[in-house]
């Protein structure tokens, strides 16, 4: 132990996840006490992110993402949510990337399964209940397809299954707008999908170095899997390409869409932990020390940051 350097001590310590909760906890008491939001409209944000760091734990021990047994893409995961106090408050576009992260586990889980339209029936099911909290995110379902084909998982009947995982979600809301009188609400997610507001750019200085933060972990992490992918399985190289492309489509949507920013954004995170993580784990030298330590630094300054914006 006493040859390796912080960031493996770090990244593959048992306290590493723990630490990295009890930090989030502090960051969303100091907000709730500095800015004054009930501690109602806070928690169950929390909530939702523990789930999906769960899940991220869940998925990178079914498919070894990361290739050791590790906590760092959830530690990581808990760092990126808590830069960003704007967002402490229950949103739409947690509770969908909560259904994202349950997405990527049973499209993954497809990869040269025998069962493959139930798994994809699954995916999209998630998919699709998701995209009822945040109706754009149907614009990514090709990318869903696409990475189905790569796994070799997509044929016709794994195809009309997803079909139908995704229009399931949708029959269920035509169900109880039916029953309450409320057909309104079933057109509700179709509206939302056709409003596109102007093209235009993020001016919210917290907005855009929350973005270029996560961008930068992003980069870092995805050029990683792409350089060193020959190390890993053919599945798991797959499965790390497909994050790639799906956060630099979440990329090019909040790009087009600065409006969908506070939606986007979380599922950005998932992609981002998993690559920064990854690459935390994986690298060793000199250069990665350094990166490491300004990224755990820049956090606390970007929370410090963000906070105060609010204030």
């Known amino acids: 132990m006493r040859n390796k350097t912080l960031q493996s001590r770090i990244t593959s310590g048992r306290f590493t996840l723990p630490a990295a909760i009890f930090i989030a906890l502090c960051c969303w008491s100091a907000t709730g ?35 050791v047994r590790a906590s760092a893409q959830t530690a990581l995961y808990c760092l990126l949510a808590s830069t960003c106090p704007a967002l402490y408050v229950l949103y739409s ?5 909560a259904c ?24 999209f099911a998630f998919a699709g209940a998701g995209s009822l ?3 754009q995110l149907t614009l990514l379902t090709p990318i869903l397809w696409i990475g189905a084909y790569h796994f070799r998982s997509l044929n016709t009947k794994s195809w009309i299954a997803s079909l139908l995982g995704w229009t399931l979600p949708y029959w269920l809301l035509l169900g109880y707008a039916y029953v309450a009188d409320r057909m309104d609400l079933f057109l509700v ?52 390409r497909f994050l790639v492309w799906l956060g630099v489509c979440c990329i090019a949507l909040i790009g087009l869409q600065p409006a969908l920013y506070n939606q986007l954004l979380p599922l950005l995170w998932i992609c981002a932990s998993i690559l920064g993580g990854r690459f935390f784990v994986l690298t060793h030298g000199r250069l990665s020390n350094v990166f490491f330590a300004c990224s755990v630094t820049g956090a606390f300054l970007l929370f410090a940051f963000n906070l105060w914006t609010l204030l």
């Open 93 to 97: 576009g947690q509770a969908a990337s």
């Open 100 to 123: 994202f992260a349950l997405t990527l586990i049973f499209l993954f889980r497809s990869y040269r399964d025998e069962n493959t339209p139930a798994c994809l029936f699954h995916a």
């Open 189 to 240: 997610p179709f509206k939302s999908l056709t409003t596109f507001t102007p093209f235009g750019f993020l001016t919210d200085i917290s907005q855009i170095a929350t973005l270029a933060y996560t961008c930068l972990l992003f980069g870092v992490g995805a050029i990683h899997a792409v350089v060193s992918g020959d190390e890993d399985k053919l599945s798991t190289r797959n499965y790390l």
């Open 33 to 67: 006490i500095g800015t004054g939001i009930p501690a109602t409209q806070l928690w169950p944000s929390f909530a939702l992110g523990a789930l999906v760091g769960y899940l991220l734990v869940e998925t990178n021990n079914a498919f070894a993402l990361i290739r």
């Open 133 to 135: 909290f945040v109706p």
